[in-house]
Structure formats: structure tokens, C-alpha cells
């Protein structure tokens, strides 16, 4: 059975990819608040228009591997050709994406409830810039945001020690 992906988007305008089984599968996350935005953690998620993903498995080149799809304009036109990955290709970038998101993750520095308070005092100057993470409240990241301080929350399951 494939999978549907869709193209999502969070109120705050965050534009990513969702593999369900179903749409039914979809709906289903939606309603029970499952999906989150994996930039801003918001569970308010509309679906966008995309272009459909083809099965193409079927055309092979003289290799026996599938052929990349490629859509080429004329030359005159200055545009050149693009490939579209295979889902293998896909999930292979996934897996190491968040693979390196979590090697991230394990090197920062956890200072908790201090978190909105560390971050000021790096932008500051006070301290020296490190990776940090922690928790926030809703107001506080809602004040770092409105002082320039760039934060972003970590979706739960990207963070190995609060799976512990």
C-alpha cells in the first residue's frame, strides 16, 4: 500500500511534508491532535495544495534501475532540468536529517526552566553564544520573539531525554 503525502501548513505559516497511510490516517492524527508543526510545535495544520506524487516504478532504463523523472524547458528559456528523488531517496535523507537533528540536540547544553533567561544573556553578550535548549513558557517565547531572540521548540519526539 503507498503512502499519501500531503503538504502541510501551521497558522504561522510553516510549510512541510506528511506521510499517512490514508487520508483517513490523516484525519484521523489531525483530530486527535497528533500533528504538530516540526518548527513551531502549533497543532493548528491545514493541507495545501501540491502536485500529485507519481508511480513511475514501472519505466527502467537499460540498467534495470528506475529512470529519474526530469522536466526540461526549452533552452531558450534559460531553465534546466530537475529530478524528483525516489521515496527511498526520500527516507534515506529523513533518517538523516534526524539523525543529525538529534546529534545536535545531544551536544547542546539542557538548562531547563533557565531557558528564556539563558537566552537573553547570550544575545546579550553576558555569556558566551552556545546551543542551549530547555523549556519555556508560551509568554516567554512569545517575549524572545518580540526582543529578536530566535528560538524554536523541539517536537517531543525529536528529544531523546524527554522520552526517558
Given at each position: 500500500m503507498g503512502l499519501k503525502v500531503f503538504d502541510l501548513q501551521c497558522d504561522n505559516g510553516h510549510i512541510f511534508?506528511?506521510?499517512?497511510?490514508?487520508?483517513?490516517?490523516?484525519?484521523?492524527q489531525r483530530g486527535s491532535g497528533l500533528l504538530r508543526c516540526p518548527v513551531c510545535d502549533s497543532a493548528e495544520l491545514n493541507k495545501k495544495l501540491s502536485a500529485p506524487r507519481l508511480n513511475i516504478s514501472h519505466l527502467k532504463n537499460e540498467s534495470g534501475?528506475?529512470?529519474?523523472?526530469?522536466?526540461?524547458?526549452?533552452s531558450s528559456s534559460?531553465?534546466?532540468?530537475?529530478?524528483?528523488?525516489?521515496?527511498?531517496?526520500?527516507?534515506?535523507?529523513?533518517?538523516?536529517?534526524l539523525h543529525k537533528f538529534r546529534d545536535i540536540l545531544r551536544k547542546s547544553d539542557d538548562v531547563g526552566v533557565r531557558f528564556a533567561d539563558e537566552a537573553r544573556r547570550m544575545h546579550n553578550g553576558e555569556v558566551e553564544e552556545r546551543s542551549i535548549r530547555g523549556s519555556a513558557t508560551p509568554d516567554e517565547?512569545?517575549?524572545?520573539?518580540?526582543?529578536?531572540?530566535?528560538v524554536m521548540p523541539i517536537p517531543e519526539f525529536l528529544d531523546d531525554d524527554r522520552l526517558q
Open positions: 511534508e506528511g506521510w499517512f497511510k490514508s487520508h483517513e490516517n490523516y484525519e484521523e534501475s528506475s529512470a529519474p523523472v526530469t522536466s526540461q524547458e526549452s534559460g531553465s534546466a532540468a530537475v529530478a524528483a528523488p525516489g521515496s527511498a531517496d526520500l527516507a534515506k535523507l529523513q533518517a538523516e536529517m517565547y512569545a517575549e524572545l520573539a518580540e526582543e529578536g531572540i530566535a
